[in-house]
Every structure is written in C-alpha cells, then in structure tokens.
C-alpha cells in the first residue's frame, strides 16, 4: 500500500509539469525529492555558475517553489549567458592554442648592434641571406652601400645596393660555417693583405692563393680577418680538397670533391656579393652555397603594432618592402610564400610581419576561440531557432580580428579566408580586444562550423565530421556488429577509396559523403577554396601533373597531382575533394556545411541530441536507459514545437521528475 501511495503521489507530480508532447508519462520515483532550498541552490548553480543570495533564499521560501516565470527571469542575467558560453566552448572544444603552428619566423626582432634593425630571424633568413638567423649587415645603411667595404678584395668596384626594380641587393658578404671552418688571425693582423702568410688560431698560415677565402668578420662590433677553408671535420665538407684557380691562376676561386661519392657535396665556390637565379627565373634569387649575403638598413614606417605616431624605425631593407607583387615573376606578395621572396618584404606597416612580443598572437588565439561562443550568445540572446548556431551567417570580431582581415595582417601565421569582403568587415581599433561588432558572412558561411576555430580545431574533412557526429548527433563511428576486419593479403586492402576499402567502409562509408560538406573549406588551415580561384578543374595543375610537375611552382596544392590509382589517373587536375566523389556526393561540396545541418533537421537526430547534452550539462550526468524512456522522445518533440528554444528546453529538463530527485 505505501509503494502504490508513493507511485500515485510521483504520477501527480508529474501531472502538475507542463505537458509535454506526448502526454505525462508516470515514473516511479526511487528516492524522495530535494528540499526546496537545495532545489533552488541546485538551480542557480546550474543556470547561473554561483549559489543564491540569502535574500534569494527568503524569497522562494516565501513563495514556497521556484515556478517558470522565475526560471525564464534568471535566463535573462547576464550570468545566465556567461555560464552558457562556457558551456559551449566546451561543446565546441572552441580552443585553438595547440592548432595553429607558429613557430617564429613571421616575428621581427631586432639586431641589438649597430643602427639596431628590425629584421626577421629563423627559417626565411636562410633562403634570402644564406642561413637561418642570419641578420641584415646593422652597421650599413642600404642606399649608400658603395661608402662601406667590409671585404673590398670580395666586392666589385661599381657596387650596386639595388636591381633595376629597386629589389635590395647584399652589402656584404660572410663565409658560412654550417659549411666551413673560418679562425681568426692573431691579434695586430688588420686586413685579408695583412693576413698572407700569417697563421691563424687553428695553427694554418693562409697563402696568397687563398685571399678570396679571407673574410673580414665582425667580433663584436669590429671587423677581423678570418681564414675560411671547407670544414675539414665534417663529412659533407672534408672532402673538398681540390682547387680551382682563376683565369690568371693567381687566385684560388673554388674547392671542389675530387672524387666525389653519390650525395656528397661537390664544389663550394668563393662568395661574392652577386646573387644566383633560382631555377635561371629572373627575379627569383637565392643565396649561393656556403655564403651568407646581407644586405643593409633603411628607415621605415613603425609595424602595425606600435604606436600610430611611433616614429619611422630602422629595418631590414628585404623586410621593408611593401609590395603587393614581385615586379619581375607577378607572383603576389600577399600571400605565406612572401617570407622566401627577396622582392616582397613585410609589406604596408609590417602587415605581413609579427612582433616578436607574441600578447597579439595570443590575443588573436583569444579572439577566434571566443568567436563561436559569441555566436552561440546571440542566437540564444534573441530566443531564436538553437540550430542557428549551425547555420546563421553572423558573426562578430573585435580589434584583433578585424585588423587582421582588413589589412591581411601576418598571412603567414594565419591562413584564413576574409569571411567577407575586407572593406565590408567593421573597423574596430587593433588594440580593442572587448568591442565586438557584429557582421554578416559570404553566403558560404554556416554558423559555427565555418568558423577559424572549428576549421583550425579540427583541420581534416574526417575530423569535422567526427565531432559534428559527436556533439550534434550524439553518435560515434564504430564498426557494426559482426564485423570482420578482411584478411592482409585480401586485395580490397589496398583500395585508396576508404569509403570502399574492406574494413574500413563501415565508418567511411558515412564519413566521406559527410566530409563533403567541408570540400571547399581547406585542411589543416581556415581557407575558403572560392570556385572563382578554385575550380573544379584546373587546366594549369592538370598539364603540370601529366608532365610530371607536381610542385607546379607551389600553385597546385590543392589538387590532384599524382595517380596512385585508375581514379587518380583520371582526376589529375582536379580539387582533390573531387577525388572519388559519386555523382550523388558532388552537391555536398557546393552545398556546404548548411546542407548537412538541414539534411539532419530532417531525421529528430539534432533535436534528441540537444536534448541529451542539455540534460548532461544541468545533472551533471547522461540519461539513464530509463530516462531516455520517459523524457527523451517528450522533451525532443517539446523542443521542436517550441521552435528549438532552448530555454524552453532547459526549463523542461529543470522541471522533471529527475532533476528534483534526490539521486
């Protein structure tokens, strides 16, 4: 009789909850319901982040509940909000700190000697001056070169400081040491003349033959001769033991291999200040083998990031440069290929370039994680349908974003597409990181799932779609039950087309076609592949790749360039999201992400997983099978007739049976 009476007593608690789509469902309650003080301090807690004040406390004492009204009004502080920006942030796994590699070489650091240049140090420095961090030449303005002579036996007698399209030139030149073993002179020798015959610390007395090999180096700040051979204590090196004299035979000019093995180094010629052409394209230079070529310093506008009156700054003359394209191949400047072109430069104010204190890096990190969340805020803030969030083409950006599309700031660190034209993208101040503005986006855009930070979290089309899987959908890919992974010499395991590949197509048989929806999105970055710069078929890359140029001067990245298959055979030249694309799938890649959210409001499968993660997220816990019984298919169809409010959906889930349990 008491369990018939608690029974009873649960099914009219129940009766007293709003109805729900498919009528009252009566639960048998296993433990007693929380007090309504706890009740109240558990609501706060979930809706708000903190506990209620003890006026707060009175309050529903005095009102003996916590009714909807009550709950609708705590949906509407500001704390409400903040809580559920957390919450998505954590749904969204909205945190690219580890996902964009930055690894310095964008960053402008200053040579501390010197008229004290900005100049980029790392990797670039060795295409453009011979090797990584290697600096320009501190103590020599680059448009009066010709009063300096750090080496005059090395440089011509009509030194030049630029090419006729005013591409700075080296102003001096410095052996390599990754390459050869150079030692100073005693002390007292002043000059390479002064160096014949004399001995240096390593016990080698330099002959005249060898003055193109005496090099004036700065220790410190002052110029010493060294005495530079082919470094004998190193493999690639010790074997350059043959000379190769000049016309006159007066001079040794270079130091070959005389029997040189398959990959050994062959010949090390003297350095001068005369740039080679790379692969014989004028105005592609690059630095000949075992020099290091500096050119000087010239007075420029501030970068971006100082002050708006901060006056002109000394600076690389490479690095100074401001232009849009490099006048002798037209290659564009704007792009990440600037670090390694002579002719580009950090562009405008430095745009292209980064400082070497790394608070705006971060700061943009900062700026992209909180993106998606704000767009969440807004969707929730005007009570509209939750799935905007995966569909709306608002956004929002603050200073750090907006500068950084507007002025295509540091495209090498970020390669991310303008969401929209970049005159079109709100003008707020660099350094104004808390004033948002919101926008709208090309029509590509859909919500949250275009966003850098989804792009850059997750960086593959498969893993795109796994989260969108896990988050949206609640499911996971697993092989079906039963499944038999095929043996290793069955041939289907080497099938390139995972979605037909034995073993591997029960997942990617779904993964695939999926994946499509982000075809026009690049991977591993946050670009938008534009059919007008991107189309299906590039004629270009095709003849490339069927001459068996799959570099393609670096233009054909994103294309098929190699056959590994009958279908790769037949798709050179193509995108590579093309690649085994079924005629059925093709619509996925223009469709794009928005497609995909539309095809599945379509099923209940967004609704039920709302439900779920909003359940998770207020007790702290999943749904039990008996849960999902009694609630799951109510609140989802409640959800849906009331637009996918999710505040309706968060005060239904507040007003279950569940929820006030004592569990």
Same mark, same amino acid.
């Not at 030194?159 to 007292?188: H, W």
């Not at 005159?423 to 029509?443: C, K, M, Q, S």
């Given at each position: 009789m008491r369990m018939l009476t608690r029974l009873v007593s649960s099914c009219v608690a129940l009766l007293a909850l709003p109805v729900l789509a498919d009528g009252p469902v009566c639960e048998a309650a296993n433990a007693s319901k929380v007090p309504l003080e706890r009740h109240v301090r558990q609501v706060y807690l979930d809706l708000?982040?903190?506990?209620?004040?003890?006026?707060?406390?009175?309050?529903? +004492?005095?009102?003996?509940?916590?009714?909807?009204?009550?709950?609708?009004?705590l949906m509407e502080q500001e704390g409400f909000y903040a809580r559920m920006r957390t919450y998505h942030r954590a749904l969204l796994r909205s945190n690219i700190t580890q996902s964009v590699f930055v690894n310095g070489d964008m960053r402008l650091g200053d040579v501390p000697v010197g008229f004290r240049p900005l100049g980029i140090r790392g990797n670039p420095s060795n295409g453009l001056r011979g090797q990584n961090g290697a600096g320009c030449d501190a103590f020599v303005m680059q448009d009066d070169c010709a009063s300096s002579r750090q080496d005059p036996h090395l440089e011509?007698? $009509?030194?030049?400081?630029?090419?006729?399209?005013?591409?700075?030139?080296?102003?001096?030149?410095?052996?390599? /040491?990754?390459?050869?073993?150079?030692?100073?002179?005693?002390?007292?020798?002043? &000059?390479?003349?002064?160096?014949?015959?004399?001995?240096?610390t390593a016990g080698r007395v330099m002959p005249r033959k060898h003055l193109l090999f005496c090099d004036m180096r700065r220790v410190g700040t002052a110029l010493t001769p060294h005495y530079c051979r082919p470094n004998d204590l190193a493999p690639q090196t010790a074997p350059l033991t043959g000379e190769v004299m000049d016309a006159n035979n007066e001079f040794v000019v270079a130091f070959v291999n005389p029997s040189p093995q398959s990959g050994q180094l062959t010949r090390l010629n003297r350095c001068t200040l005369d740039l080679t052409l790379n692969g014989g394209v004028r105005g592609r230079y690059q630095v000949p083998q075992g020099c290091i070529q500096r050119e000087g310093v010239v007075m420029t506008d501030a970068p971006y990031w100082m002050a708006a009156n901060a006056p002109q700054q000394p600076m690389c003359a490479i690095e100074a440069q401001a232009r849009d394209t490099n006048p002798w191949t037209m290659e564009s400047c704007n792009t990440g290929r600037f670090t390694g072109d002579r002719a580009c430069g950090c562009g405008v104010k430095s745009n292209r370039c980064e400082s070497s204190n790394t608070a705006l890096h971060t700061a943009r990190i900062n700026a992209f994680n909180d993106e998606p969340t704000l767009i969440a805020d807004s969707v929730l803030r005007r009570d509209e349908d939750?799935?905007?969030?995966?569909? /709306?083409?608002?956004?929002?950006? $603050?200073?750090?974003?907006?500068?950084?599309?507007?002025?295509?700031?540091?495209? +090498?660190?970020?390669?991310?597409?303008?969401?929209?034209?970049? &005159?079109?993208?709100?003008?707020?101040?660099?350094?104004? /990181?808390?004033?948002?503005?919101?926008?709208?986006? &090309?029509?590509?855009?859909?919500?949250?799932?275009?966003?850098?930070?989804?792009?850059?979290?997750?960086?593959? +089309?498969?893993?795109?779609?796994?989260?969108?899987?896990?988050?949206f959908l609640c499911k996971h890919f697993a092989p079906e039950a039963g499944a038999v992974a095929p043996a290793p010499e069955d041939s289907c395991n080497r099938e390139n087309n995972l979605a037909k590949r034995c073993g591997c197509s029960y997942c990617h048989a779904t993964v695939e076609p999926m994946g499509a929806h982000w075809g026009r999105f690049g991977e591993r970055n946050a670009t938008y592949l534009n059919p007008e710069q991107f189309p299906k078929l590039d004629a270009r890359c095709r003849d490339c790749a069927i001459n068996g140029d799959t570099n393609c001067n670096g233009e054909c990245g994103n294309y098929v360039m190699q056959a590994f298959d009958g279908d790769g055979a037949n798709s050179l030249g193509l995108l590579r999201t093309y690649l085994y694309r079924t005629p059925e799938e093709e619509p996925n890649i223009v469709g794009g992400p928005r497609v995909l959210v539309q095809r599945f409001m379509q099923t209940g499968d967004l609704e039920k997983c709302a439900v779920r993660n909003i359940w998770n997220h207020l007790l702290g816990r999943p749904m039990t099978t008996q849960e999902e019984g009694l609630y799951l298919g109510q609140l989802a169809s409640q959800f849906a007739n009331d637009g996918h409010n999710l505040k309706a959906l968060m005060r239904a889930v507040v007003a279950t049976e569940a929820y006030r349990r004592v569990d």
């Open positions: 708000l982040g903190r506990p209620p004040t003890m006026a707060e406390y009175r309050f529903y +004492q005095a009102k003996g509940a916590i009714l909807d009204d009550d709950l609708t009004a011509p007698a $009509n030194k030049r400081c630029r090419d006729s399209y005013g591409v700075p030139l080296p102003v001096s030149v410095d052996y390599n /040491t990754d390459q050869y073993r150079c030692e100073p002179f005693a002390a007292g020798v002043a &000059d390479c003349n002064a160096a014949i015959d004399q001995m240096d939750y799935f905007n969030i995966l569909t /709306t083409r608002r956004s929002f950006v $603050n200073g750090t974003l907006s500068q950084l599309y507007r002025q295509n700031q540091s495209p +090498q660190s970020w390669l991310v597409t303008p969401p929209t034209a970049r &005159d079109a993208i709100p003008d707020v101040p660099l350094n104004d /990181t808390t004033t948002w503005v919101e926008f709208t986006r &090309d029509e590509y855009a859909a919500g949250v799932l275009t966003t850098p930070s989804w792009l850059y979290r997750f960086p593959t +089309q498969r893993a795109r779609v796994n989260h969108f899987y896990e988050v």
